[in-house]
T-cell receptor, first 111, second 113 residues
């Protein structure tokens, strides 16, 4: 498997529910970022979490990082139809400065 | 809020032609990147650029590709002799420092016919 793999690949929930997406990676990292991409559009930066951080919040978003398990999760609380998008994690391995993207989770929030 | 801008938003080119994709990174950023995303697939790293030179490149970034920062604001990706399989969305990104967020442009959709 490749650096940065999200699961589930697809997630469908009702508006108001929470959505949790997970990302696993293989090598030690400097940072991990989460991005959102609406269909055919650009990548919108959501949150950056550094390797020495365990949790960060931004509005309805909560990101955790477990470096011992090489995994991160993105929680979107009280989801809205507008949250429908693909969500990607991107990691930069120690010793490099490039971000490698995961395969993404397609989230669909039903109104 | 500062943003990365890319032009054009969509380009159609004949196979074998050269294309130049343009990007204006955020002004105080020092690290610049090109990525591509073939329709329905993952976002792939192409190249990173720092201090006026390539710092890393992927296997995809072969002799067909080149990057340039011709002045203090623009960052370009040139694709020579385009192939059908070069059709993709190309994203430019920049960041201020090695521990900073990477911000992406809206992308250029390249269609090779």
């Amino acid at each position: 498997s490749q650096q940065g793999e999200e699961d589930p690949q697809a997630l469908s929930i009702q508006e108001g529910e929470n959505a949790t997406m997970n990302c696993s990676y293989k090598t030690s990292i400097n940072n991990l970022q989460w991005y959102r991409q609406n269909s055919g559009r650009g990548l919108v930066h959501l949150i950056l979490i550094r390797s020495n951080e365990r949790e960060k919040h931004s509005g309805r978003l909560r990101v955790t990082l477990d470096t011992s398990k090489k995994s991160s999760s993105l929680l979107i609380t009280a989801s809205r139809a507008a949250d429908t998008a693909s969500y990607f994690c991107a990691t930069d391995a120690k010793g490099t400065y490039k971000y490698i993207f995961g395969t993404g989770t397609r989230l669909k929030v039903l109104a | 809020e500062p943003e990365v801008t890319q032009t054009p938003s969509h380009q159609v080119t004949q196979m074998g032609q050269e294309v130049i994709l343009r990007c204006v990174p955020i002004s105080n950023h020092l690290y610049f990147y090109w990525y591509r995303q073939i329709l329905g697939q993952k976002v792939e790293f192409l190249v990173s650029f720092y201090n006026n030179e390539i710092s890393e490149k992927s296997e995809i970034f072969d002799d067909q590709f080149s990057v340039e920062r011709p002045d203090g604001s623009n960052f370009t990706l040139k694709i020579r002799s385009t192939k059908l399989e070069d059709s993709a969305m190309y994203f430019c990104a920049s960041r201020e420092g090695v521990s900073a967020e990477a911000f992406f442009g809206q992308g250029t959709r390249l269609t090779v016919v």
